[in-house]
């Protein structure tokens, strides 16, 4: 057996006893031997393999099929199709995501010089996340598989790279792999289930809230729940669900109730909401933090004055505080629904809460970033507790790129009743590539739901945004695009449907075709501004 043949044998071994059940592989001629490894695992029925031509986009998939639990590593060629690995490698650090990239690399003999496809690629994804180089000798079974588990035990990401020589083919089939090992895949939020002995008790106190940003997982809720404190929870948090969870708390908290907070918990990476981060930065309130998710960089960007890995408190009895926010919460949301109802087109909103409304139990939705999350956080219905619906978005970053493969990988690693995404135009341009699948790649049932303002959207609600830019907002910021989504959709041979009312949209939702699909819904983007402002503006009228 040849040395590149053995030692990439030998990695994909280790990554299967680590936990890996998916291999993304984008094609090239470097990482040969990791290919034909991965083919052979495949076919034994060991990791399911999925192939992509384009390196961001593999990534993300991979990124997607890590974050519900079905741990995926994507393996790609040496030069730039390292660099395109990148956005999702940067997501998968700062979320806290065990993602492994597995890159092909050049000689030792040939680093420094000119040779083809070859640049330094140790240490390319940045000091935030390390790479374990490799040369074509096969190193000690121990101390490889040490270097793959101790990243995926503290839940961080993983770069490999291998230095491989000619010749790249094997000799033969591959017969002999070891088994999968079934691993649970544990959610950030539960590394601290079990440390009772870091168990902090809060005193029930001045009037708190309880702040629940992306991953906070059910301690926030249980927290709420237990002191009668109000629940802000964003949407992907984990937390979303049961009788505390406050609709409208961003707006609320630019009313006077939100004045009268004298102490905030914290769990989770809140990112979502300007007016939780003012909250977060007064200096009347007092901070309590939770582990600030779980990347690389867990220091919060506010001041805190407790820190805790667990918290208990004692069962609120007085309730008179959160009842005056469930009471403003049930107005404000009235008011809300009214307003938009009265709205003589489709909006935004409208898109989200329907999206939201149409994620059944057990079903999975993931979320863009820019407007579509902000949009749902208005919007999400209260879930009942135990419904085991899961929303999930890239909020390590936030970054639009890379969502709608996410989304197919998401929805490829988690059995679910519905899959849906939620998406603005211009996220879903940003990652058309996520639509190209080969003929024999596995297809989810995933239904794609693209909010088309024609641009960007978001910038219109900020400071930008204002009159006196108008002149050169659309051109800096509004970037309108004219893509004909549907000619988008037929060039993959993609379903696709445009709706432009609430009927139409309710309908499309309720009969999904099955396979991945594209429901567009054009809203305006020119009313945007005014449209969000009279929202904020019900906050002080009720």
Known sequence: MNESTALARAVISRLVEAGVREIVLAPGSRNAP???????????????LHTRI?????????????????????????????????????????????LVAVTADRPARLRGTGANQTTDQVGIFGHLLPTVDISGLVPDET??????????????PLHLNLRLDDPLVPEDRWTDMPAATEREERPGWRRFENDAHQEVVIPLGPRTVVVAGDDA??????????????????PSSGSRTGTHAIRTYRLLLDADLGTEIERVVVYGHPTLSRPVSRL?????????????????????????????????VAEGADTTWFDRWREADARLGRALDALLAAEPDLTAYDVAGAVALALPREGLLVVGASNPIRDLDLMVPRYEVGGRRKVIANRGLSGIDGVVSTAVGAALGRRSDRSLALVGDVTFLHDSNG?????????????????????????????????EYAECYDRLFGTPH??????????????HLKVTSRVELEQALTTPNGGIEVVEAVVRRDNRRDLDARIRALAEAH
């Open 54 to 98: 384009d390196e961001r986009t593999a990534g993300f998939l991979a990124l997607g099929l890590t974050k519900v639990g079905s741990r995926a590593a994507v393996i790609c060629t040496s030069g730039t199709a390292v660099a395109n690995l990148h956005p999702a490698m940067l997501e998968a650090t700062h979320a806290g995501v065990p």
């Open 143 to 156: 101390v490889l598989l040490k270097a793959i588990s101790e990243p995926f035990r503290q839940g961080l």
């Open 482 to 495: 004219g893509v004909d989504i549907a000619s988008l959709c037929a060039a993959t041979r993609t379903p």
């Open 34 to 48: 990791l290919a034909f490894a991965a083919y052979d695992a495949a076919e034994t029925g060991v990791v399911r």
């Open 217 to 234: 997982g059910p301690p926030a809720r249980q927290l709420a729940e237990r002191a009668s404190w109000p629940l802000l929870a964003e």
């Open 280 to 312: 977060l930065a007064r200096d009347d309130v007092e901070v309590w933090s939770g582990p600030s998710g779980w990347g690389t960089w867990t220091q919060r960007p506010f001041a805190v004055d407790h820190d805790f890995r667990r918290l208990s």
């Open 435 to 467: 639509l190209v699948l080969g003929p024999d790649e596995p297809r989810p049932d995933l239904t794609i739901v693209v909010t088309n303002d024609d641009g960007g959207s978001i910038f219109a609600t900020l400071e930008q945004g204002a009159e």
